[in-house]
Nanobody, 121 residues
Framework: QVQLVESGGGLVQPGGSLRLSCAAS????????MGWYRQTPGSQRDLVAA???????NYADFVRGRFTISRDNAKNTMYLQMNSLKPEDTAVYYC???????????????WGQGTQVTVSS
């Protein structure tokens, strides 16, 4: 059973930093694209940042220059370093990965359970 588990969320003051982690576990053959999304109550889930297996990155305009996405393919883990946090960054952050489980030919879309990030003084 493949699963994604996020960690690192919490409460931080404006201007502070947090680092989120997303670890993929289970019988995994390969992981392709990975990304972070965020969602607030009553709103759609928005892309924050994405990273390809080769390390190419893409950022939403509202985080570019403040957030940095990275991944460690050997550990099947992705990170999101969030700096200069603003109250409007408050949301539940979800990790996403395109994964091919061991023994299967098809790729699947997998999501983590979400981790709350609250930016408040």
């Amino acid at each position: 059973q493949v699963q994604l588990v996020e960690s690192g969320g919490g409460l931080v003051q404006p201007g502070g930093s947090l680092r989120l982690s997303c670890a993929a576990s289970g019988s995994i053959f390969s992981i392709n694209d990975m990304g972070w999304y965020r969602q607030t109550p009553g709103s759609q889930r928005d892309l924050v940042a994405a990273v390809t297996r080769g390390g190419n990155t893409n950022y939403a305009d509202f985080v570019r220059g403040r957030f940095t996405i990275s991944r460690d393919n050997a550990k099947n883990t992705m990170y999101l370093q969030m700096n200069s946090l603003k109250p409007e960054d408050t949301a539940v952050y979800y990790c996403y990965a395109k994964i091919r489980p061991s023994g299967l030919l098809l790729w699947g879309d997998y999501w983590g359970q979400g981790t709350q990030v609250t930016v408040s003084s």
